[in-house]
Every structure is written in C-alpha cells, then in structure tokens.
C-alpha cells in the first residue's frame, strides 16, 4: 500500500535521481518496497550501479536482488538482451534456484514464446507444486494472451486453494470489470473490503462497481461506500465526492414521483458540493466555472 | 557526548528514585530503634517520588522517538494508490514499440 508520505518520498527520490542528485540505491529501495512499476527508471539507474563495479561491490549481497530487480524491468521495457545477460549472471551465481528458474521462464514470456513459457511453468509445478507466484504467472500468460476467461478459470482455481490472496482477488476483479462483468467483480471487491477493511480504495472501487451496476438498492449502497471512502480519507479523495453527488442525483431520478427521499443524511451532497468547489478554488481556479455548470446539470448544489 | 535533555533528565528521574527508597529504608532503621509505629513515609520521600515519577514519565515519553497518527486520514496512513500488482504483470505493452531511448549494456 502506497501512503501519501510515501508518495512524496518517491516524487522527491525520483526527482532527486532524475537530475543526477545521487540517492540512486535508496530510489531502487523505495521502489521495490512500494512495488510500483517504473521499470524505464529502475532499468536506467539500477543498470549504472550494476555497471559500477565499486558500487556493486558496496551493495554485499544486496547486489543479486538488484540483478533481478534489474532484469524484470528490462523484460518490461523490451531491452531483452539486457535481461538476458541479467539473468545469466544470476543462473552462473545460483544454478540449482527456482526463483532463478521463474526468471528464465518470465524471460521467455517477455519474447513472446507462450508455449515454451507454458511448459517451464509446467515444470517449476513439478517440482512445487505450491508455488504462488507460478500458479499467478499462468493467470498472467493466459491474459498476455488475449485468453481472458482463460485466466479467470485459473484464477478461480487459485483461488480455491489460496483464498487470503487479496492481490489475486483485485487481479480477478479488475479482469471481471474489463469485461463488464460487474455482479462477479462486485463479489470480488466485497472479498477485499471484508480483509482489508481500512483500505479506502477497494471501498471507494465497490462504490463505482454498484453504481455502475446501477438500481435503487445499489445506488444507496454506493452512496454508502463513497461515504466511508470520504470517512477512511479525511475528504481528501476527490472521486469519492464526485461519488456522492452523481449517486444523489441518480437516486433523485428514481424516487421522483414517488416523493421518497433519502431521509439518512440530507445533508451529505451539500457538504460534498462545498467540499469540492472549496478543493477547486484552492488546486484550480480556472476550472471552478466547469464544475458549477457540472453540479447544475446534474441538479445538486451546495 | 550524544546525550540528550531528555535522557539526562531521565537519568536524574531514576537517581532521585532509588534516592527515595533509600531514604525510606534509613527511616525504616530509625524507627526499629525509636520502637515506633510506621505509619508513612516522611514527607521528603513523597516529595522526591512525585518529583521522580514526573521526570521519569517525561523522559520515556520523549526519549524513544515521536508518536505516530492512528488517524486513517493522515498523511502516513492514508492510502493514495494500491500497488501496482507485480505479480500479474505482462509485457506486450506499448513498450515494444518505443524501444528505450537509453542503449545500455551490462558491461563485465
């Protein structure tokens, strides 16, 4: 999970790194700790350490996990000769790793060899056949292919034996929402809040998956949701607000003759409305005029 | 010396405690040989406890490091962006068409 501290930790390293300030092993650190994919970066500045023999040196052991660091970025950017001699440096230091072995196979999806991939999967499963991050490279080589419900039937199976796998059920969702199939990615999403409870962004991706979904029971969930969302981000979570003014006016379209109004909190959209023109106003002025045309189109004020 | 007012003061916390109960035990002695009840402390090792309960109290507080927000939506705990899921990730990509700029070689 990325905080905001650390957020601007990052932009500051990254910046820092960028303009040749140093910090270059700190950056890599950060990176591979928040698991963000800057691989343009990582393959830049962890190649001119790599390429340093003082500095490598320097590293002790550290200097293996920098190699696959390293090679997994230059897979992601194409520059597979690099991964490769990566790679071969890493297969010549430890010859008998399976963590090795994932690499070379993750190296033979990267040139696009699916079947050849396939079946080096198929082996390291041989051999373990409770290896998680290979039972997740499968769903992933099904998806490289195109083969998305492919990768849902193997997800499910995955999912089966590994339930408390929260990056496989957002992995699961996020496919379901490709696809529209929004009831099953709404399944997944209630998955994630149940383990992770504290995490304002799978409450705040719910809300957008019932509102998407759409009906006067999901809307006043949604609204629900995009309300914990504020509560969880102190207000500060500016599609959260959105939220609850596009879920208020959609519920105003359906109980309109009805004359049933939401009667929980009636309050909630104004404060909503004053919260983000008060953002507006102080982050960007000029667009100030956009957004009161927005809220007058869709009926709600402050 | 990379003492801090903090440790020192903690110091001189617990220095005035075992200063206490050594004064209590000197009186315990005194009043064996008067033959007198004991029915408290005197009032200088009351004074020198609160003195070194508050000292004390102070330093462990301030010496270890600052408190952290249990707030959710403070800066430290407040989620801006999940990770990117690592291990799902797949390469075809717009990568393969803007070949890095950069044309380095591991060199050894």
């Keep these: 999970m990325v905080t905001k501290s650390e957020e601007t930790e990052l932009n500051r390293l990254e910046s820092q790194v960028d303009n040749g300030g140093g910090g270059a092993w700190e950056y890599l650190c950060l990176v591979r700790k928040l698991k963000v994919r800057r691989s343009d970066k990582v393959l830049k500045h962890g190649l001119s350490i790599l390429n340093d023999s003082k500095k490598r040196s320097s590293l002790g052991s550290e200097e293996w996990t920098l190699y696959e660091e390293v090679a997994i970025a230059a897979m992601d950017c194409q520059s597979l000769e690099v991964a490769k001699d990566c790679v071969n440096v890493l297969r010549k230091k430890f010859p008998e790793s399976k963590r090795v072995g994932r690499l070379e196979a993750l190296l033979l999806e990267a040139k696009g060899s699916w079947g050849e991939a396939e079946k080096a999967y198929s082996s390291l499963l041989e051999d373990n056949p409770f290896d998680q991050v290979v039972h997740k490279r499968r769903v992933a080589l099904a998806k490289a292919q195109g083969n998305l419900s492919g990768a849902i039937e193997w997800l499910n199976k995955y999912l089966e034996t590994f339930m408390a796998d929260h990056d496989a059920w957002r992995e699961l969702a996020e496919i379901y929402v490709s696809l529209q199939m929004y009831k099953q990615a709404a399944f997944c999403y209630e998955e994630l809040i149940l383990s992770q409870p504290t995490v304002p962004l799978f409450h705040l991706a719910y809300a957008d998956v019932l509102y998407t979904l759409g009906g006067i029971e999901n809307l006043l969930t949604a609204k629900k949701y995009y309300s914990s969302t504020i509560d969880l981000t102190g207000g500060k979570n500016t599609r959260a607000l959105f939220g609850i003014c596009l879920c208020t006016s959609a519920i105003a379209q359906f109980s309109k003759g009805r004359n049933k109004e939401d009667k929980d909190c009636p309050d909630l959209q104004s404060l909503a409305t004053a919260a983000l023109e008060k953002e507006y106003k102080q982050r960007a002025s000029g667009k100030l005029t956009v957004l009161t045309s927005a809220f007058k189109s869709l009926k709600v004020s402050s | ?108």
């Design chain 2, 1 to 108: 010396m990379g003492f801090s007012v903090g440790f020192v003061i903690g110091l001189v916390g617990v220095l005035i405690l075992s200063h206490a109960a050594y004064s209590t035990s000197q009186y315990r002695g005194l009043l064996k040989i008067t033959e007198d009840e004991f029915s408290g402390p005197p009032f200088s090792v009351v004074v020198e406890l609160i003195v070194g309960l508050v000292l004390c109290m102070w330093a462990a507080l301030t010496v270890p490091g600052n408190f952290l927000s249990i707030h959710p939506h403070s800066d430290e705990n407040r989620m801006v962006s999940l990770p990117d899921n690592l291990d799902f990730m797949i390469f075809n990509h717009r990568g393969k068409v803007f070949v890095p700029e950069i044309n380095m070689k591991l060199k050894h």
